[in-house]
């Protein structure tokens, strides 16, 4: 889908760096081959390989992580001493059926979808890094600047912790990433400074117990009872024990037990995720959970095996990186195109570099203006406006321009 416009947006001329038509359109061939032939974390063989074939066209000189799979290609030479700034996409998928109908650029591959918009955000930095590339063969791009196409967004903990083990934050000191947002109209981006998503964390619970028959649980361990207290009991003491601003959630999405309505089993299974909203609270999180479930669990006499899975922190937006955001959206597209948005409770990855270094997410809108259909992220009819294409692109090379004249 596309909705472009053409017109002159307040400032454009203020920079260089106008993304070209022809590549425009190119770019747009390359999302949706991209998004015909999904590729699951870590498995993101050809989406690799297609990256680094248009970047060496290019004359750049990417390298594929030692991880086997993602990119990381700078343009430019470091010094050694100015810091870079970083522009990443994540380029896996989903493991979901693609059910949109009637669309020519539909996944391929059964079960399998670009329904999180990784193929724009790859588009996007590819076609800023193409652009920035012309400028450096002009004179007119001052610092370099580092690519980073990183796999397993989708999988926990991330794939940005095995990338940073890679060294690719070296010589780095700030870095920008967008999200596609189905709630923002293309032409748009949202921003916030500090959090704007929330951490994620798993939950796998084993409870154990003797079992026994329905008509005697006083002589036994009474596990689904047990199972359904901690259920039930859990996410309402954790709150209790922690600041309700900082928005712990603990949620279930399966439970599973028994085999017979006359028969108290010996063992249950429990899954779930922790949200949360606060940092801080989050760096406690893992404490609190699993003391409240072994409470619950002891008081109904049942054995339990915890496995927290430490998933990712909240993205919590620095200030100078925000703006520098909204500074190259403004030059570019004008200050109407800037909206604030909202922290939301889903989670990325992209936090993990923001233990490290500096940085800020935008909200990159990709709905049609006009368009009150409710689609959302992580759903099989998921698809975007695809001048959402172009504004990630001029976003983010005026945002690699604006940042090498201000150091």
Not at 73 to 93: H, K, N, S, T, V
Not at 147 to 168: K, R
Request: aromatic share 4%; glycine share 10%.
């Amino acid at each position: 889908m596309s909705a472009e416009s053409e017109a002159d947006h307040t400032g454009e001329a203020a920079l260089p760096g106008i993304l070209p038509e022809a590549l425009r359109a190119e770019l747009v061939e390359f999302r949706r081959d991209l998004h015909m032939h999904p590729e699951l974390g870590n498995q993101e063989f050809r989406t690799t390989a297609a990256i680094k074939a248009r970047l060496e066209k290019a004359g750049l000189r990417p390298r594929v992580l030692a991880i086997g799979t993602g990119l990381v290609c700078d343009i430019g030479e470091w010094d050694g001493e100015r810091p870079m700034l970083a522009l990443r996409a994540d380029i896996d998928g989903l493991p979901i059926p693609d059910t949109k109908s009637d669309c020519p650029y539909r996944s391929t591959v059964p079960d399998r979808a670009h329904a999180c918009g990784h193929d724009v955000h790859t588009a996007a930095v590819l076609g800023a890094g193409l652009v920035l590339a012309e400028l450096l063969e002009q004179g007119k791009l001052p610092r370099p600047v580092r690519l980073l196409f990183q796999p397993a967004e989708e999988v926990l903990p991330g794939g940005a912790a095995d990338v940073i083990e890679c060294g690719v934050l070296e010589g780095v000191g700030r870095i920008l990433a967008v999200h596609c947002d189905p709630k923002v109209d293309a032409g748009k981006i949202g921003l916030r400074q500090g959090a704007i998503t929330s951490a994620c964390d798993r939950l796998e619970i084993a409870l154990d117990g003797p079992g026994g028959h329905t008509a005697r649980p006083h002589l036994t361990t009474d596990l689904v009872t047990a199972a359904a207290r901690v259920v039930a009991d859990v996410p309402a003491l954790v709150a209790r024990r922690t600041d309700a601003r900082s928005g712990l959630a603990v949620t279930w999405g399966r439970i599973e037990s028994g085999h017979a309505p006359n028969v108290i089993p010996q063992h249950a299974e429990l899954s779930g995720t922790v949200r949360c909203l606060d940092l801080d609270t989050w760096r406690q999180a893992p404490d609190l959970v699993v003391a409240a479930i072994d409470e619950i669990a002891n008081l109904h006499r049942a054995k339990s095996e915890i496995n927290y899975i430490r998933g990712v922190p909240p993205v919590v937006n620095d200030p100078a990186a925000t703006d520098l955001l909204r500074d190259a959206m403004t030059a570019r597209r004008g200050a109407d195109s800037v909206e604030g948005t909202e922290q939301s409770l889903g989670g990325e990855d992209f936090s993990w570099y923001l233990e490290h270094v500096p940085g800020a997410m935008a909200r990159l809108g990709v709905r049609t203006p006009g368009d009150r259909i409710g689609r959302d992220l992580h759903q099989g009819d998921f698809d975007v406006d695809e001048s959402a294409i172009k504004v990630g692109v001029e976003l983010f090379t005026a945002a690699a321009l604006l940042d090498a004249a201000a150091g």
